[in-house]
């Protein structure tokens, strides 16, 4: 079993939904959790950084993290289809050495 | 990707020939990545690297190796290129606790 877990997907929505990206993972150490979000021939570009439980807010995109429950969410509103990309859960168990484990990416088309 | 280069950008090699790949980073930061991306594995760790000399192994890393004689400079060699190295690696970079900085990527293709 990986340690973490992301539906590949695809997802395709209409322009203006509200998206949701989810993870699951079993380690219960992780303590830093990211998303990121990749074009197609791109590398990964980080999108929300998050530390411990809680929510983070940053314009149109939440990130969400339910420690009790081991899973991580992303929350994109009036998606437009510049967000058409492949979203990325990424996590780690301490700060300094960071060492991440990425889940195997979502592929989200937000269509017009 | 600015700060982080990867070359070359593309390779296409010969099973059996040993092949390297170059990540340059000019942010002078302390950690090195080297991954490889396929589909339905997602991003795995082959090396990194804490330090000038200083490197660890990953995941996936049989039959990969590195270098790193430089702060800016972290090497990935095949050392016999297969068939099942054919993959897109990505470099990336990071001080403390930050996220990572990728690199645009190396797409690899071993015939």
């Known amino acids: 079993q990986k340690e973490v877990e992301q539906d590949p997907g695809p997802l395709s929505v209409p322009e203006g939904a509200i998206v949701s990206l989810n993870c699951t993972y079993s380690n219960s150490a992780f303590q830093y959790f990211m998303w990121y979000r990749q074009y197609s021939r791109k590398g990964p570009e980080l999108l929300m950084y998050t530390y411990s439980s809680g929510n983070k807010e940053d314009g149109r995109f939440t990130a969400q993290v339910d420690k009790s429950s081991k899973y991580i969410s992303l929350f994109i509103r009036d998606s437009q289809p510049s967000d058409s990309a492949t979203y990325l859960c990424a996590m780690s168990r301490s700060g300094g050495y960071n060492k991440l484990i990425f889940g195997a990416g979502t592929r989200l088309a937000v269509h017009p | 990707d600015a700060g982080i280069t990867q070359s070359p950008r593309h390779k296409v090699t010969e099973t059996g020939t040993p092949v390297t790949l170059r990540c340059h980073q000019t942010?002078?930061?302390?950690?090195m990545y080297w991954y490889r991306q396929d589909p339905g594995h997602g991003l795995r760790l082959i090396h990194y690297s804490y330090g000038v000399k200083d490197t660890d192994k990953g995941e996936v890393s049989d039959g990969y190796s590195v270098s790193r004689s430089k702060t800016e400079d972290f090497l990935l060699t095949l050392e016999s290129a297969t068939s099942s190295q054919t993959s897109v690696y990505f470099c990336a970079i990071s001080q403390d606790a930050d996220g990572y900085t990728f690199g645009s990527g190396t797409r690899l293709t071993v015939v």
């Open positions: 942010e002078n930061h302390r950690y």
